[in-house]
């Protein structure tokens, strides 16, 4: 079975659940029932329904969300959430040309988002999101400046730690260099 939370994730839902009774009074599964009877329907006016009616802030109510409606929420459908962002052949082609380059990286935690892929050891190394047109870019955690393919990410929706992009066109484009940064990120993890 792929894990799909690094032990660090782990460790903080596990603080955050203690935390929300500790701090709140009520168990995960009173904040659960509360948040199903949110009348909104999207996740994010649902976030904003717990936090302006019920005081919870950002990471409680994501958490409790997540809890609530678990087919709504990537880190409970990784598979699905994978599927639906995936949905270009070319672009798919290229995320597995990735997955493959690092499928043997030991210890390797795989984390699916809404909006990209993303692999972590302890922490998040690289990620990688489709862009329109059958491509995709792939972050790193590696400085820009230690390859002349990278980029400088401005206004990426993935972790802080990964200070470089690259574009990729192809699943070619994955060739030994970028296995090379994948695996150098992957050791600063």
Not at 55 to 78: K, M, T
Not at 142 to 159: A, G, H, Q, Y
Request: net charge positive; aromatic share 8%; charged share 30%.
């Amino acid at each position: 079975m792929t894990e799909h939370l690094t032990e660090r994730q782990r460790k903080w839902f596990a603080s955050v659940r203690e935390g929300l009774a500790r701090d709140t009074g009520k168990s995960l599964e009173d904040w659960v029932a509360i948040a199903r009877t949110c009348p909104e329907t999207r996740p994010r006016a649902q976030l904003g329904w717990l936090k302006e009616h019920h005081g919870l802030g950002q990471n409680r109510a994501s958490y409790v969300l997540s809890v609530a409606f678990p087919s709504e929420r990537a880190w409970d459908n990784p598979d699905e959430t994978r599927a639906a962002l995936w949905t270009d052949p070319a672009s798919l082609a290229i995320l597995q040309a990735v997955e493959a380059a690092i499928a043997d990286f030991d210890g390797l935690v795989v984390g699916q988002r809404k909006t990209y892929s993303a692999w972590s050891r302890e922490f998040q190394f690289a990620a990688a999101k489709p862009v329109k047109g059958g491509t995709a870019v792939l972050g790193l955690a590696v400085p820009p400046d230690t390859s002349p393919r990278l980029l400088e990410p401005k206004t990426e929706s993935w972790s802080e730690r990964l200070k470089a992009k690259l574009p990729l066109r192809s699943p070619a484009d994955v060739d030994g260099e970028v296995r090379a940064l994948l695996k150098a990120a992957f050791e600063r993890s």
